[in-house]
Every structure is written in C-alpha cells, then in structure tokens.
C-alpha cells in the first residue's frame, strides 16, 4: 500500500475536484475520498499503461498528449479521447500563440536596443 500511495493523486485534490460538483452544503466522508482516489489512480495507470505499449512497440521513450488521446479511444474512452483532443488542441495554440508573443517581443526589444545604440552613436559624432 506505501507504493500505491507514491504515486497516487494527493487525496486533497480529488476532495476538491469531487466539491466541484456537488451542491456547496454536501459533504464528501474520507472514506469516499479514498475510494474515489484509488479508482482514478488505477484509472489513469490503465490508460497510461496503454499508451507506453504502444510507445515501446514505436520505439519511442516519451508517451505524448496524442498517445493518451489513442490509448483512451483503443480502451473504449472515446468520449474522454474526443474531450481531451479538443483540450490537447487548444492548448497546443495557447502554446503557439505565447512562442509568437515572447518572439515578437524579444525581436522588439532587440530592435529597440540597437535604435538607442544608433541614437548614442549619432550623439556622439555630433559632439566630437
């Protein structure tokens, strides 16, 4: 039991990500809580399972967001794999959209820094 409590989600959370839905005056027993937290570590150990196999047998060492999304649906989960490919997408943008932002900054900024440099240099000659 030690092991399985390494690599389980921190039973505060699923208390949480359970009060979500509730009704805000309804109470969640530790026991639920412990239940629900075993079943959603053997949940995601299952389809995180299925999509290392299918790495190793690609070759591959890292299980990606696409791996899970195909373990999910291989599994049965097809509901859960269109829902998190959705989520995968958006987030691959999100993602996209900040490199373009921090992009155009930094070129910004480096465009700024070498007009401040030709503005001292022009000084400079104006005063020798």
């Known amino acids: 039991m030690e092991g399985e409590q390494d690599r389980a989600l921190p039973i ?8 979500q839905i509730l009704p805000p005056s ?3 027993s530790k026991e639920s809580k412990q239940v629900m937290q075993e079943c959603v570590t053997e949940f995601i150990s299952f389809v995180t399972s299925e999509a290392s196999d299918k790495c190793h047998k690609e070759n591959r060492k890292t ?9 999910l649906s291989s ?4 509901n859960f794999a269109e829902a998190i490919g959705r989520y995968l997408h958006k ?3 999100a ?3 900040k490199l373009k932002i921090n992009h155009n900054d930094s070129a910004k ?4 820094e070498g007009a401040t440099r030709t503005t001292k240099r022009q000084k400079q000659t104006q005063i020798n």
């Open 91 to 93: 987030y691959r943008q």
């Open 26 to 28: 309804a109470k969640i």
């Open 109 to 112: 900024e480096k465009y700024e």
């Open 63 to 71: 299980v990606n967001g696409d791996d899970i999304c195909w373990a």
């Open 12 to 19: 505060a959370n699923v208390g949480r990500i359970m009060k």
């Open 95 to 97: 993602e996209r959209e």
């Open 75 to 78: 599994l049965g989960f097809d």
